[in-house]
């Protein structure tokens, strides 16, 4: 059987095919979206277009997919995942064909917005035959370290996800700082090397649209070379004219300074205390000059920088690490894997099976402060700060450790989940919920600490 996988990050999609899986099947595809007319550009192309049509330009239709429409000058009720939709069938479409591809996703996505990828991938015709966290999937490519840190960037926003490994690989839990992203990076780039090139030549690449796009254009070619270098000459062709600057790794360092630290804090923020760590660095992440050199100083001397397949090769792992889901349409979003395959098939063996369990009854209602607040099929959102047009539950009294989106609850296929959206975590029965969990009848969740407690209960009718 011929499987694609696939990397969903929008700074670029990764696409590898299981008899080759150290190449890359297509260039990588960024999340770039630009109306032209009647015609949609997207992946490189628009990119490539980027400053040349600034206002018809969009870049932010995977970092915040939903169904709302966007605002002029963009076509009326053409939403995020149009954008998307049309990205991700597109870039399938370029690849050879396959009979089921594995999809490698950030773990920041929320549940509605996983079943939203799932389903426009189906619709886009495209065999997925799994998902999988992309920070644990490319974890799996490594073989050493039982205490993982994996830090990534997207165009928006950085991730950092801790990963554990004994005989499973778990991905515990994942933060994001939205103050960093790759396009952020390059603009601060982009007007420090026109500042260079004002000083140096006294002309300005950010003066015409066409000379910043060259900029931008050539900006990742400096990057790449500094990232060996110290320092290198970076020419632009303007009036039949080469204008020729020189550029420094430290000044650019310099310049990203305020974005390195924040890099470095999130990454701290998911760091256990007082225990060795690996650091697992995309090849987004180690293509920042003078980054690498800051986080061993910082944070550990142990850093491992992956290839840019690394997390595609990993969702391939699923095949060989993981049972098949089933054929009924649903599929998990996997944040563990067994790394021992036979292990796995004797515990599988020993233990009943799921489906010849009866299954618990789910909860009807969350019990709060005396009173019974039904749990909805859609999102019910809990926290602080829960908008009036939302259905949730605004906590209140000891809310030291709680967040204004704190977690959400879910009627998904008889059963509720919860979906954990905090920093300072939410406890089931005095566990702490690595992500999302199930919940049943009697269950207490505890949100902050000392914090406040709420009751699962079922309320008949």
Same mark, same amino acid.
């Given at each position: #059987?011929?499987?694609?996988?696939?990397?969903? !990050?929008?700074?670029?999609?990764?696409?590898?095919?299981?008899?080759?899986?150290?190449?890359?099947?297509?260039?990588?595809?960024?999340?770039?979206?630009?109306?032209? *007319? =009647?015609?949609?550009?997207?992946?490189?192309?628009?990119?490539?277009?980027?400053?040349?049509?600034? +206002?018809?330009?969009?870049? &932010?239709?995977?970092?915040?997919?939903?169904?709302? %429409?966007?605002?002029?000058?963009?076509?009326?009720?053409?939403?995020?995942?149009?954008?998307?939709?049309?990205?991700?069938?597109?870039?399938?479409?370029?690849?050879?064909?396959?009979?089921?591809?594995?999809?490698?996703?950030? $773990?920041?996505?929320?549940?509605?917005?996983?079943?939203?990828?799932?389903?426009?991938? &189906?619709?886009?015709?495209?065999?997925?035959?799994?998902?999988?966290?992309?920070?644990?999937?490319?974890?799996?490519?490594?073989?050493? $370290?039982?205490?993982?840190?994996?830090?990534?960037?997207?165009?928006?926003?950085?991730? /950092?996800?801790?990963?554990?490994?004994?005989?499973?690989?778990? +991905?515990?839990?994942? !933060?994001?700082?939205?103050?960093?992203?790759?396009?952020?990076?390059?603009?601060?780039?982009?007007?420090?090397?026109?500042?260079?090139?004002?000083?140096?030549?006294?002309?300005?690449?950010?003066? &015409?649209?066409?000379?910043?796009?060259?900029?931008?254009?050539?900006?990742?070619?400096?990057?790449?070379?500094?990232?060996?270098?110290?320092?290198?000459?970076?020419? #632009?062709?303007?009036?039949?004219?080469?204008?020729?600057?020189?550029?420094?790794?430290?000044?650019?360092?310099?310049?990203?300074? %305020?974005?390195?630290?924040?890099?470095?804090?999130?990454?701290?923020?998911?760091?256990?205390?007082?225990?060795?760590?690996?650091?697992?660095?995309?090849?987004?992440?180690?293509?920042?000059?003078?980054?690498?050199?800051?986080?061993?100083?910082?944070?550990?001397?142990?850093?491992?920088?992956?290839?840019?397949?690394?997390?595609?090769?990993?969702?391939?792992?699923?095949?060989?690490?993981?049972?098949?889901?089933?054929?009924? *349409?649903?599929?998990?979003?996997?944040?563990?894997?067994?790394?021992?395959?036979?292990? =796995?098939?004797?515990?599988?063996?020993?233990?009943?099976?799921?489906?010849?369990?009866?299954?618990?009854?789910?909860?009807?209602?969350?019990?709060? =402060?005396?009173?019974?607040?039904?749990?909805?099929?859609?999102?019910?959102?809990?926290?602080?700060?829960?908008? $009036?047009? =939302?259905?949730?539950? !605004?906590?209140?009294?000891?809310? /030291?450790?709680?967040? &204004?989106?704190?977690?959400?609850?879910? +009627?998904?296929?008889?059963?509720? #989940?919860?979906?954990?959206?905090?920093?300072?975590?939410?406890?089931? !029965?005095?566990?702490?919920?690595?992500?999302?969990?199930?919940?049943?009848?009697?269950?207490?969740?505890?949100?902050?600490?000392?914090?406040?407690?709420?009751?699962?209960?079922?309320?008949?009718?």
């Amino acid at each position: #059987m011929t499987t694609l996988a696939i990397e969903l !990050n929008d700074a670029g999609f990764v696409a590898i095919r299981s008899e080759a899986p150290d190449v890359l099947e297509a260039p990588e595809s960024p999340g770039y979206a630009v109306v032209e *007319g =009647a015609s949609l550009v997207l992946g490189p192309e628009a990119r490539d277009r980027a400053r040349l049509k600034p +206002r018809f330009t969009h870049t &932010r239709f995977w970092d915040a997919i939903d169904t709302t %429409a966007l605002a002029r000058p963009f076509p009326s009720r053409l939403t995020r995942a149009d954008l998307a939709h049309a990205h991700l069938t597109g870039f399938w479409e370029s690849l050879p064909s396959s009979e089921e591809a594995m999809l490698a996703i950030p $773990g920041w996505y929320s549940l509605d917005q996983l079943g939203l990828i799932l389903g426009m991938a &189906r619709s886009g015709g495209i065999p997925v035959g799994g998902m999988i966290d992309s920070a644990l999937a490319a974890a799996a490519t490594v073989s050493s $370290g039982a205490t993982l840190l994996h830090l990534d960037l997207h165009l928006h926003r950085a991730a /950092a996800s801790l990963i554990r490994r004994s005989d499973q690989l778990i +991905r515990e839990n994942a !933060n994001v700082e939205e103050s960093v992203g790759i396009i952020p990076l390059h603009d601060a780039w982009a007007t420090h090397i026109a500042e260079s090139f004002v000083r140096q030549t006294r002309y300005d690449p950010l003066h &015409r649209a066409q000379s910043e796009q060259d900029l931008y254009d050539q900006l990742p070619g400096w990057l790449e070379a500094l990232d060996t270098q110290s320092g290198i000459s970076a020419s #632009m062709e303007v009036s039949g004219k080469t204008l020729t600057i020189d550029l420094e790794r430290d000044h650019l360092a310099g310049g990203a300074s %305020a974005y390195y630290q924040a890099l470095v804090t999130l990454a701290g923020s998911v760091l256990p205390h007082g225990e060795p760590v690996t650091l697992l660095l995309s090849h987004r992440v180690a293509r920042l000059p003078g980054l690498v050199e800051r986080l061993k100083r910082d944070l550990s001397d142990h850093v491992i920088t992956l290839p840019p397949v690394a997390a595609a090769q990993g969702a391939l792992s699923y095949l060989r690490r993981q049972p098949r889901p089933a054929d009924d *349409g649903a599929l998990p979003f996997l944040t563990r894997l067994d790394l021992d395959p036979d292990k =796995a098939a004797e515990r599988d063996a020993s233990s009943p099976r799921d489906d010849a369990k009866p299954a618990p009854r789910a909860p009807s209602h969350v019990l709060f =402060a005396g009173k019974a607040i039904a749990i909805d099929p859609g999102p019910f959102l809990i926290g602080l700060s829960i908008p $009036g047009d =939302a259905r949730g539950l !605004n906590v209140t009294g000891e809310t /030291a450790g709680i967040s &204004r989106y704190h977690c959400s609850l879910y +009627r998904i296929d008889g059963r509720v #989940m919860l979906e954990d959206h905090s920093q300072f975590g939410s406890f089931v !029965n005095d566990e702490r919920v690595h992500e999302r969990v199930s919940l049943a009848i009697g269950d207490c969740l505890r949100l902050g600490t000392p914090g406040v407690e709420l009751q699962l209960v079922e309320v008949e009718t």
